[in-house]
């Protein structure tokens, strides 16, 4: 197979064509010709990813897409704060985009995520492959960390809050936790506290600079992946990176300070959120702090839960590397 990278960022495509990968910029006469003449388009985050122009020229191509993450919170179609499927703008809409994407593909990694997908994507079952997510490939490979490497000897706790309303509004990190208390404790424990917040809140002020074991790294230009693996403790709420961490095995913490709130006017969920969340949940600075005195004192009360919890977003088939045998089924197609 030829396979050739799309991008819209000319950094990318510098620092690609350096090391002789074939590569194209989205905006190029170069990329219109690959799409008119593709077998297969695989994305990520959506069709838009090889450039919205170039929608127009896929054709009959089989679209494949891998989506970026399991969904705890309603996506796409379910989504009813972003989208009205029964109006007759999206039903049109709906039906006109069948025309080109009418051999669309989407990778899901378990029964159960398969039934959410053909609603949320509008997809016939057979359009849905359980095939696994090969994003997490990465925790299954050799590999060096750099924040393993950067933190050497030091245990690192990862925050990754989910965005609030599409980032209007604000994720106040001062508000939310006793950052000078935090850093004591972390310096006590030997720990580094590592921020990630969503890319849609990547503008707001960072706390960088303050603290000796408290870092904001939103602006830092890292793999999620890469900071799951190197994290020992995750801390969420109701971002779907805690799926992705399940497959480490590694205590949770949800966060879940304003759950209420973010129910009733950012994104219903698709599970009952109890259920599905195997870690202690926290609603105060209090409380999470204890969590964490708890964790590092090797007191994990969730072992059972969290493996129920990736046998249901995970077959046994998807919980390992999954690359090869998606390209072995898409030459299947």
């Given at each position: 197979m030829k396979a050739v990278w799309i991008t819209k960022k000319e950094e990318i495509y510098f620092s690609l064509k350096e090391k002789n990968y074939p590569v194209c910029l989205s905006n190029s006469l170069e990329a219109i010709e690959l799409c008119k003449k593709a077998k297969y388009v695989i994305t990520v985050t959506g069709i838009s990813d090889i450039g919205e122009k170039?929608?127009?020229y896929?054709?009959?191509?089989y679209y494949i897409n891998l989506w970026h993450g399991v969904p705890l919170?309603?996506?796409?179609?379910?989504?009813?704060y972003s989208y009205n499927r029964n109006s007759l703008k999206e039903k049109l809409r709906n039906f006109l985009r069948r025309i080109p994407y009418r051999n669309e593909y989407i990778i899901s990694t378990s029964e159960t995520i398969s039934k959410i997908y053909q609603s949320a994507f509008n997809l016939d079952k057979k359009h849905i492959l359980q095939l696994g997510q090969p994003r997490n490939d990465y925790f299954y490979t050799s590999h060096t960390n750099k924040y393993n490497i950067k933190f050497e000897n030091k245990k690192i706790i990862l925050y990754m809050p989910t965005h609030r309303n599409e980032g209007k509004k604000i994720i106040n990190l001062e508000e939310i936790l006793n950052l000078n208390d935090l850093n004591k404790f972390c310096k006590k424990n030997n720990v580094i506290f590592l921020i990630k917040k969503h890319f849609y809140h990547s503008k707001e002020k960072s706390i960088n600079f303050k603290y000796s074991n408290v870092f904001d790294i939103t602006n830092e230009v890292t793999h999620s992946q890469e900071l799951l693996d190197a994290a020992d403790i995750l801390i969420t709420d109701y971002s779907s990176c805690y799926i992705d961490y399940l497959l480490l095995d590694r205590p949770i913490i949800f966060y879940n300070?304003?759950?209420e709130e973010y129910k009733k006017n950012d994104r219903q969920l698709y599970f009952e959120y109890d259920k599905v969340t195997p870690g202690k949940k926290c609603i105060t600075y209090t409380e999470l702090k204890n969590e964490l005195d708890s964790l590092l004192n090797l007191k994990d009360l969730y072992l059972n839960k969290r493996k129920e919890a990736r046998d249901l977003f995970y077959n046994q088939s998807c919980q390992s590397c999954v690359s090869d045998k998606i390209i072995k089924e898409l030459k299947k197609l």
């Open positions: 170039n929608l127009n896929l054709g009959g191509a919170k309603k996506i796409m179609y379910d989504d009813e300070f304003d759950i």
